[in-house]
């Protein structure tokens, strides 16, 4: 593949990295382009929108594992993959070789591998649709090719979905204080509340700064000379707003979460002095268990922003159900192979076996 970037991306380098700009994406009404920068503090950080408002994308350039062009319509679409198995989309709406050229070039400055995929679609159903053109045949026959074939599909889907390989941990870190019992049917892993955390301390902060026109309104009576309750209304949206970010932050530090295999089933609850949640799926209900993260990022400054890990329970016909957020990144895929090896997922089969297994008798 090529690594000469074509002439409509702007490349241009300063002493704070090297910027890429790319024209705006075919079907936008707005002229601001695309935009991806290496920074010379070693981040990765692009941006897209109509103005220079948008909020900008940074991930650590130690924490990229690859990049990846894949098909959108009749154009393509740029995204990168971190460590811990997440993908953020970069670029869409573009020509394929302009990001394949771009990817190539990413890449060799990032030193992590690039991947191009090739399309799929018209292959994804070839085997049914070879059944169609078949000569006549029994119906046994017929049943056990269109099994196997449905089998093949299934496969390509659940992988399409999940193209990147999960990265086991089979130890538990030795901080980690979980508790894992494992039974002839199963496995408990009893986590402990994770304790106070920045979101927690913001609440506390908010919350504070809420008794500032509470204690006025309270000498003031919560009302103006001229009678009216604004004191009243700007204390209560202050309360509000504090008391939305501490209340989740409490249960989040408070709870206690049981992750239950039994047998088939996996179970879920997430528990505090604040509420009781329980989630439950039998194992032909779930696509995946693994690690990623919850789309925040923490660190002191731009040089050592790391995601914010999580476990991600991906149900068949649901959306997907977030645990743990904020514990270490290593404890989370510790939990995670633990959990996949007690459901076998995702959908090992015993060998020689595809994922529609049918026997027909006649």
């Known amino acids: 593949m090529s690594t000469r970037l074509p002439g409509q991306i702007e490349v241009s380098e300063s002493a704070d990295g090297v910027r890429f700009r790319l024209p705006p994406p075919a079907g936008t009404w707005y002229e601001a382009g695309h935009e991806i920068c290496l920074t010379a503090g070693g981040m990765l950080r692009w941006q897209s ?4 408002s948008s909020p900008a994308t940074e991930i650590a350039v130690g924490n990229l594992a690859k990049f990846e062009v894949g098909l959108f319509g009749p154009l393509a679409v740029l995204t990168v993959e971190t460590k811990q198995g997440v993908s953020h989309a970069m670029f ?31 292959s994804l159903l070839a085997p049914l649709a070879a059944l169609a053109v078949q000569p006549a045949m029994n119906d046994a026959a017929r049943l056990q090719q269109v099994a196997e074939a449905v089998g093949a599909v299934y496969e390509k889907v659940m992988t399409a979905r999940f193209p990147g390989a999960f ?4 130890d538990q870190p030795s901080t980690s204080r979980v508790v894992c019992e494992h039974r002839d049917d199963g496995v408990t892993l009893t986590v402990p509340p ?5 979101f927690f301390l913001l609440g506390c902060g908010l919350c ?4 500032l026109p509470t204690i006025a309104g309270f ?14 209304w700007l204390s209560a949206s202050f309360w509000a707003l504090a008391l939305a970010v501490l209340i989740p932050a ?3 530090a408070r709870a206690q979460v049981t992750l239950a295999v039994l047998g088939d089933e996996l179970e ?10 329980r989630y439950s799926w039998k194992r032909n209900e779930l696509a995946d268990v693994r690690s990623g993260d919850n789309g925040w990022v923490s660190g002191g400054d731009e040089s050592n922003l790391t995601p914010v890990a999580q476990l991600h329970i991906f149900p068949k016909y649901d959306k997907k159900v977030g645990l743990l957020a904020g514990r270490d990144a290593t404890e989370i895929r510790w939990i995670a192979t633990v959990l996949r090896r007690a459901l076998r997922l995702p959908h090992s089969f015993p060998e020689g076996k595809s994922a529609v297994d049918i026997t027909i008798t006649t």
Do not use: K
């Open 49 to 52: 929108g109509a103005d220079g």
């Open 92 to 122: 869409t709406g573009y020509p394929r070789d302009w990001l394949d050229a771009l990817a190539v070039e990413l890449s060799r400055r990032c030193q992590v591998p690039t991947r191009s995929v090739e399309p799929a679609a018209p």
């Open 167 to 170: 990265q086991e941990e089979p």
């Open 194 to 198: 994770g304790g106070i955390g920045p």
């Open 208 to 211: 504070a700064f809420a008794m």
């Open 219 to 232: 000498i003031s009576g919560f009302r103006t000379e001229d009678g009216s309750l604004g004191p009243l």
């Open 250 to 252: 409490f249960h989040h």
């Open 268 to 277: 879920a609850e997430v528990s505090s002095v604040l509420r009781t949640r």
